[in-house]
């Protein structure tokens, strides 16, 4: 069975700092490239940032670039998005999602794991 599971949130004072872990299931991220995006209340979801199916390649958005950092382990099957110098604004339900080589859309997304920043 086909599985992204998310964890790593919580709640946090701003400045802190948290580690968000993508653990896959089912398949191998040897593959795939890995998208992490955001969705705060009231809000579109939010394009935060992507790697590459090989790590070479990453791409953050521009209201966390210098402050995020996504990583992925292929032979532990799982991805990370390191956070850093959080803010308020960075609250919200954060999902992992998968992208096959060539493919346009990603394939596969977890449940989210929720991030609060308090000020």
């Known amino acids: 069975q086909v599985q992204l599971v998310e964890s790593g949130g919580g709640l946090v004072q701003t400045g802190n700092s948290l580690r968000l872990s993508c653990a896959a299931s089912g398949f191998t991220l040897t593959n795939y490239g890995v998208g992490w995006f955001r969705q705060a209340p009231g809000k579109e979801r939010e394009f935060v940032a992507r790697?590459?199916?090989?790590?070479?390649?990453?791409g953050y958005g521009d209201s966390v670039k210098g402050r995020f950092t996504i990583s992925k382990d292929n032979a532990k099957n799982m991805a990370y998005l390191q956070m850093i110098s959080l803010k308020p604004e960075d609250t919200a339900v954060y999902y992992c999602?998968?992208?096959?080589?060539?493919?346009?859309?990603?394939?596969?997304w977890g449940q989210g794991t929720q991030v609060t920043v308090s000020s």
């Open positions: 790697i590459n199916w090989s790590g070479g390649f990453t």
């Open positions: 999602a998968v992208q096959r080589i060539g493919a346009a859309l990603y394939e596969y």
